[in-house]
């Protein structure tokens, strides 16, 4: 092997790692899912969609477990279907999320329940359950899917931009908790991607325009713009990297 490759190997190769990546089947999961994959990682997918989970776990190489992580027994179905498939995870990935973003004053207790189990409750169980875990074994990386309205509000963000402001502090607290043990946790920061997820706003042109106009690359995201910095956070070569929220938007956030 070449002395590049090598070292390039020992930085990022997911080799021996396994990885549990909910809202895997689909949009920046599916994406992230296929680069850990093809960066060495065993994989299991977790979503709703069994047709679309065997297809991406297809591409992987790797397993599905279907199961709603906003319903009562959602993450305990995930924990014992992963576990059951690979043993315990190295690397979590939190992807999964709903975006349900009515005018805030017309949101009602039902959308506020889901969204805050699906975006919060689910990462933060996930992390309690697989977190100690890793920390004993001294390597462990959890990296979590948030979103630009954490940080500022625009388009609804209602409840949305609520739950990820959250999960962002919960990546700070996992940070806390782990990182002395080799485990590190961080959240990557989308812009607006085109993804199955929004659907809702991608159907107004005039909006995808002035939106990809924030950037400063000139266009809006797609899901494989994740695949470099989801390996990095899941690799070796990030064991200084914690706590962060680190933006990958086109440079959404600074214009």
């Known amino acids: 092997m070449p002395v590049s490759a090598t070292y390039l190997s020992s930085l990022f190769s997911l080799d021996g790692l396994s990885a ?16 850990l994959a093809r960066a060495g990682a065993r994989v299991v997918v977790v979503g709703r969609d069994e047709e ?8 992987t190489g790797g397993a599905w477990v279907a199961a709603d992580l906003g319903a009562p027994d959602g993450v305990q179905r995930v924990s014992d279907g992963v ?3 690979m043993g315990e995870p190295d ?14 004053g017309e949101t009602t207790d039902e ?20 977190g100690p875990g890793m920390a004993e074994r001294g390597y462990g990386r959890i990296v979590n899917v948030s979103s630009q309205q954490a940080h500022r509000a625009f ?12 999960l962002e ?12 043990q080799g485990v ?21 042109p005039e909006q995808v325009a002035r939106l990809a106009a924030r950037t400063l690359v000139g266009r809006n995201g797609q899901p494989d713009d994740f695949a470099g910095a989801a390996v990095f956070l899941a690799s070796r070569a990030s064991a200084y990297v914690t706590g962060q929220s680190i933006a990958v938007d086109g440079g959404f956030s600074v214009h």
């Open 184 to 204: 590190t946790a961080n959240a990557l920061v989308p812009g607006f991607v085109l993804t199955r997820m929004n659907t809702r706003l991608a159907a107004d």
């Open 111 to 130: 959308v506020l329940d889901e969204t805050l189990a699906v975006n919060l409750v689910a990462p933060f169980a996930l992390g309690r359950r697989f």
């Open 52 to 59: 679309r989970l065997s297809a991406t776990a297809a591409e």
């Open 83 to 85: 576990v059951a498939a």
């Open 91 to 104: 690397i979590l990935v939190n992807a999964a999320g709903v975006n349900l973003r009515p005018p805030l």
């Open 169 to 180: 502090a919960l990546t700070r607290s996992q940070a806390e908790a782990w990182s002395a």
């Open 155 to 166: 388009v609804t963000s209602g409840v949305y931009g609520m739950s990820k402001g959250g």
């Open 20 to 35: 549990l990546v909910t809202g895997g089947s689909s949009g920046i999961g599916r994406a992230i899912a296929l680069a």
